[in-house]
T-cell receptor
Framework: SQQGEEDPQALSIQEGENATMNCSYK?????LQWYRQNSGRGLVHLIL?????REKHSGRLRVTLDTSKKSSSLLITASRAADTASYFC???????????FGTGTQLKVEL | GAVVSQHPSWVICKSGTSVKIECRSL??????MFWYRQFPKQSLMLMAT?????????EQGVEKDKFLINHASLTLSTLTVTSAHPEDSSFYIC????????FGPGTRLLVL
């Protein structure tokens, strides 16, 4: 199974700024998902993007997928302190809706 | 999306004891659920797939006799950490097994 490598590992920005995090992977995928995890909590699904999609939006979130480069990015615009969390990309693996989660990006949004 | 609860939210136990963690699907009939483990500052690692009415399937390297999974109904899956040791201290999270996964809030286990 493959694990997405996320970059950067940690990111600290000011409220109102945009945050971009990237996920690279090694083998072909049908879709890629992004999840958020607040400290000490379970994960929350953000967006699923399929291999035939290049870009997807959800509120202040924008996800891109470049299958030729095997990479995806998550952009959070106009960040808020409440966006402080860890963000994980997740790749389908092994069938049966199993996912392998990436290494994660810890985002801190300061007031 | 589905609502998933876990109980307890945290537990402290002595080395050698067993701990049971419950995962309930509150508004969704879950024939399959996933159990993950997460160490501090690390990603989630899938431990096993819980199957209603049948045996769980475990990921490579996960001891099935140590991490007992029971999925007796469509709304309840349990993970029992048997003879827990300090190295089992971790954050255990369950999720639904749909294409988009819905997670419980997690259970933090500390083994002294």
């Amino acid at each position: 199974s493959q694990q997405g490598e996320e970059d950067p590992q940690a990111l600290s920005i000011q409220e109102g700024e945009n945050a971009t995090m990237n996920c690279s992977y090694k083998t072909s995928i049908n879709n890629l998902q992004w999840y958020r995890q607040n400290s000490g909590r379970g994960l929350v699904h953000l967006i699923l993007i399929r291999s035939n999609e290049r870009e997807k939006h959800s509120g202040r979130l924008r996800v891109t997928l470049d299958t030729s480069k095997k990479s995806s990015s998550l952009l959070i615009t106009a960040s808020r302190a409440a966006d402080t969390a860890s963000y994980f990309c997740a790749l389908p693996t092994g069938g049966g809706n199993k996912l392998t989660f990436g290494t994660g990006t810890q985002l801190k949004v300061e007031l | 999306g589905a609502v998933v609860s876990q109980h307890p939210s945290w537990v402290i136990c002595k080395s050698g004891t067993s701990v049971k963690i419950e995962c309930r699907s509150l508004d969704f009939q879950a024939t399959t659920m996933f159990w993950y483990r997460q160490f501090p500052k690390q990603s989630l690692m899938l431990m096993a797939t819980s199957n209603e009415g049948s045996k769980a399937t475990y990921e490579q390297g996960v001891e099935k006799d140590k991490f007992l999974i029971n999925h007796a109904s469509l709304t309840l899956s349990t993970l029992t950490v048997t003879s827990a040791h300090p190295e089992d201290s971790s954050f255990y999270i369950c999720s639904t097994a749909q294409e988009t996964q819905y997670f419980g809030p997690g259970t933090r286990l500390l083994v002294l």
